[in-house]
């Protein structure tokens, strides 16, 4: 089955800083990695997601890059702010037509954000 | 993207009791998915659950101790059998690949 790494496991920057979090991918069937933002004691909630077919979205101060070659793909966060802090996951998931795949999760990463 | 309705949100409950989560999806959908998050950790998918079909179980999960029920396209239930401290987690239902969680279900063993 598919195998997702995420890290770093913690990343701590300055507010305002830029923020980048790395997974790769082993199963090239995937064709769907959304990222999902939880904070204390809340549901994991989607804030972006990319298909195959796209190298690059973004979404004001959040972009996903893919890169399906080297299977890896990538969270940036612009400008943090500390409400930023939260944990990140990265998910992959095949889904073919109408017919939505399960979602293969990262470990996580703690992300802070010092003011 | 789908909504979905997860109940109860929370539950403190004995050991040895079971405890069944409902998840109600507002869309017509193929596949449902149960995951489990223990403190600290990411999420781990308990199970598959298509309607009309046994759910499919991962590797460590077992129907025994996680009954699933998806008695129509829209609807889904998990329970938690023989409860033991070691099942404290958040457990929550979703529709696969386009991101949809349900609010979740924050249970804790006494």
């Known amino acids: 089955g598919e195998n997702v790494e995420q890290h770093p496991s913690t990343l701590s920057v300055q507010e305002g800083d830029s923020a980048v979090i790395k997974c790769t991918y082993s199963d090239s069937a995937s064709n769907y990695f959304p990222w999902y933002k939880q904070e204390l004691g809340k549901r994991p909630q989607l804030i972006i997601d990319?298909?195959?077919?796209?190298g690059e979205k973004k979404d004001q101060r959040i972009a996903v890059t893919l890169n399906k070659t080297a299977k890896h793909f990538s969270l940036h966060i612009t400008e943090t702010q500390p409400e930023d802090s939260a944990v990140y996951f990265c998910a992959a998931s095949i889904n073919r037509g109408s017919t939505l795949g399960r979602l293969y999760f990262g470990r996580g990463t703690q992300l802070t954000v010092w003011p | 993207s789908a909504v979905i309705s997860q109940k109860p949100s929370r539950d403190i409950c004995q050991r040895g009791t079971s405890l069944t989560i409902q998840c109600q999806v507002d869309?017509?959908?193929?596949?449902m998915f149960w995951y489990r998050q223990q403190p600290g950790q990411s999420l781990t998918l308990i199970a598959t659950?298509?309607?009309?079909?046994?759910?499919?179980?991962e590797s460590g999960f077992v129907i025994d101790k996680f009954p699933i029920s998806r008695p129509n396209l829209t609807f889904s239930t998990l329970t938690v059998s023989n409860m033991s401290p070691e099942d404290s987690s958040i457990y929550l239902c979703?529709?696969?690949?386009?991101?949809?969680f349900g609010s979740g279900t924050r249970l804790t063993v006494v």
């Open positions: 869309s017509q959908v193929t596949m």
């Open positions: 659950a298509n309607q009309g079909s046994e759910a499919t179980y």
């Open positions: 979703s529709v696969g690949g386009l991101g949809s």
């Open positions: 990319i298909r195959s077919n796209v």
